[in-house]
């Protein structure tokens, strides 16, 4: 018996990344430090307070929050930015979803430059928008001249571009982005999910001079907050209005709100554990070459390793030792490698050292 989906659903698979709570898991690219008492306790007192409202539905427009937001993005990128300027979600893949469904839809095509976010086909083909993945240069890199010609060969209403990329932690200019901007007809979305790992300069210090640039954050990375599902967009109020076209009403609960407050009240604490993270990442790109594999410059909290003849074996025999990372060498051009996020310093001790065994053992 066959149930009537959707013809272009048939046969697919849905995102997902084992969820294995026993073992080391270091490939879903978290914050490996959980949340300390004293920001558990404010949220636990902040979320008691909302659930005194719960019979009433939550702020349409989560104003508050935004204004949040907008603060915090003002604060790391200097720019001054409204609360009609700030979108947010559940989880940046809601926002991404949003923006698809704004922007995109039937008769029109996404484009994005891979390997990068596989959510990216995957939201465009949810809501029937097209997608061009164009291949990245072999050492992962975006040139100016490459994005440019895709853009103009295409012709793609929404184009996607990462930074840092994951999986390949690589960081693309603003250069780039700017030369997107000037290209396109339709709107570029800079999915910044890793930017406070980075270095580099945000994309929202463009938007003025850029009205169909949109960028993308989420609160699930750096700010050590997966589980809370809170996303974020920086754009013109124009662009803003016409996600709230598409948005579910009330789509953030009161107690989402409530909490992702008290998170951004919280936002040195939180970002206070950036520096171990890329302590760690920095100790695997000095040992994983120590070890004679390659691994790929990044700006993020993880980073690609290999090349290997059988990726697959290697991630089950990482497993078998306990350590869970990420095997994406069967997407397109990532043949070879796979993919580990910095864990705490003795979970990145046990990765190294359960590698070290492996590649004794082959
Ligand atoms: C993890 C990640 C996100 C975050 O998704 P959320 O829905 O906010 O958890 C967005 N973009 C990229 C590239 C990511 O890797």
Redesign the pocket.
């Known amino acids: 018996m066959s149930l009537p989906v959707r013809d272009d659903l048939v046969g697919q698979q849905p995102y997902g990344a084992p969820q294995l709570p026993e073992a080391i898991q270091l490939n ?2 978290e914050n490996p430090f959980p949340p300390s008492a004293s920001f558990v306790a404010d949220l636990a007192a902040a979320v008691g307070e909302a659930a005194a409202s719960l019979n009433r539905y939550p702020d349409r427009e989560a104003l508050g929050l935004r204004f949040d937001l907008a603060s915090y993005l003002t604060r790391v990128t200097g720019v001054a930015l409204t609360v009609e300027q700030v979108w947010a979600a ?7 979803q949003q923006v698809c469904q704004a922007f995109g839809g039937p008769g029109r095509v996404a484009l994005g430059f891979e390997p ?2 596989p ?2 086909p995957l939201l465009a083909r949810g809501t029937n928008t097209g997608w061009f993945g164009v291949p990245r240069a072999a050492d992962f890199s975006l040139s100016v001249d490459a994005a440019i010609a895709a853009v103009r060969e295409h012709q793609p209403a929404i184009t996607f571009l ?1 930074t840092p ?3 390949t932690g690589t960081v693309t200019g603003l250069d780039v982005v700017k030369a997107v901007c000037g290209e396109s007809q339709g709107v570029v979305v800079v ?4 930017a406070e790992f980075g270095t580099s300069v945000s994309a929202v210090t463009l938007l003025a001079a850029h009205p169909r640039l949109l960028v ?6 750096a700010f050590a907050g ?1 589980g809370l ?3 974020y967009l920086a754009a013109s109020a124009e662009a803003v209005d016409a996600l709230r076209l598409v948005r579910l009403p009330y789509h953030l609960s009161t107690l989402t709100q409530a909490a992702a407050r008290v998170a951004l009240a919280h936002t040195d604490e939180l970002l206070g554990t950036v520096e171990a993270v890329k302590a760690q990442r920095d100790r695997m790109l000095a040992a994983l070459p120590a070890l004679g594999l390659s691994v790929v410059p990044t700006e ?1 909290n993880f980073l690609l390793f290999g090349p290997f003849p059988s990726p697959g074996q290697v991630w089950q025999a990482l497993l078998d030792r306990g350590v869970l990372v990420r095997d994406l060498s069967s997407a397109p051009g990532l043949s070879g490698w796979l993919r580990v996020n910095a864990g705490t310093e003795p979970e990145t001790t046990a990765f190294l050292a359960a590698l070290a065994a492996v590649l004794a053992d082959r």
Do not use: F
């Open positions: 879903v690219n559940n989880g940046s893949n809601e926002v991404l990068s976010y959510m990216h990462t990329n994951n999986p999915d910044e999910a890793y993308s954050r989420t609160m699930s990375k997966a599902r809170l996303g993020a």
